[in-house]
């Protein structure tokens, strides 16, 4: 009998050791790693990203600005929005297909603060105004660690800042037909999201933590950041946290 009870106790703490290391090992997902702009002469800055909920192959630019907010530049932007050249574009014989696709939706708040018009009127880059390859890279299928640098040295107060997007990500107030007349609308739904660390080097931190700030126009017709968060739902659990590290 005190055998039987024995090897039942050890297969359920068995059992509950395996799910432990489950979580653990979930929680602990490998993070890509991001590298750009490594021969900036400014300092290094680490933004370390951990995925939330839900995340679905959302779309970066993550740049810098000043106290005033005026853009200073940009440290990563996914290669896709740098280039305005997507993997999946459009559908052609029921397949997704690569090609030039314009998306104004997708990083409206970044893109007009980095104040380039495009041929066609828009700020989203492409082939003629894309940015360079020293700050552009993958988009991330997990959460993050970017390794940048800035060009030169930045005032002793300056801010880090992020915007994210992911596609069809409606809810009950940004529905898929609440401006049906908008295509770049109906692509992305809930607004791209803002984020922000403030920087101040007088008073260092071992790091610091981003937060959002707001949201972009739901399709890229401006570059106005919008404060109010309180309709936004999943949207905001795409990121888990984001902190910067500056070195």
């Not at 770049?184 to 071992?206: F, G, R, W």
């Amino acid at each position: 009998m005190n055998r039987i009870l024995i090897i039942f106790i050890t297969l359920v703490f068995g059992a509950c050791s395996t799910g432990s290391l489950k979580k653990q090992s979930s929680a602990q997902e490998a993070k890509t790693t991001l590298v750009t702009n490594s021969e900036g002469r400014g300092p290094e800055i680490v933004v370390d990203l951990n995925k939330g909920e839900s995340f679905y192959y959302p779309l970066f630019a993550i740049w810098l600005e000043d106290a005033g907010d005026k853009y200073i530049q940009t440290l990563y932007v996914a290669k896709s929005a740098g280039t305005g050249y997507f993997k999946y574009a459009k559908k052609e014989n029921d397949k997704w297909i690569s090609a030039v696709k314009r998306a104004p939706q997708t990083l409206p708040y970044w893109a007009h603060k980095r104040g380039v018009k495009a041929s066609d009127g828009l700020y989203m880059p492409d082939a003629e105004s894309s940015v360079p390859d020293a700050y552009t890279g993958a988009t991330p299928i997990t959460g993050f660690i970017l390794t940048t640098h800035a060009d030169n040295a930045l005032p002793s107060k300056y801010k880090v800042m992020m915007e994210i997007n992911q596609n069809w990500d409606w809810n009950e107030y940004w529905t898929n037909d609440k401006f049906p007349d908008d295509e770049d609308y109906k692509m992305s739904c809930q607004p791209a999201l803002v984020y922000e660390a403030v920087i101040d080097t007088n008073e260092p931190k071992d790091s610091y933590k981003m937060n959002p700030v707001g949201h972009s126009h739901y399709s890229g017709q401006t570059g106005e950041l919008f404060r109010d968060l309180s309709t936004l739902t999943t949207a905001l659990k795409i990121v888990d946290s984001v902190t910067v590290t500056i070195r």
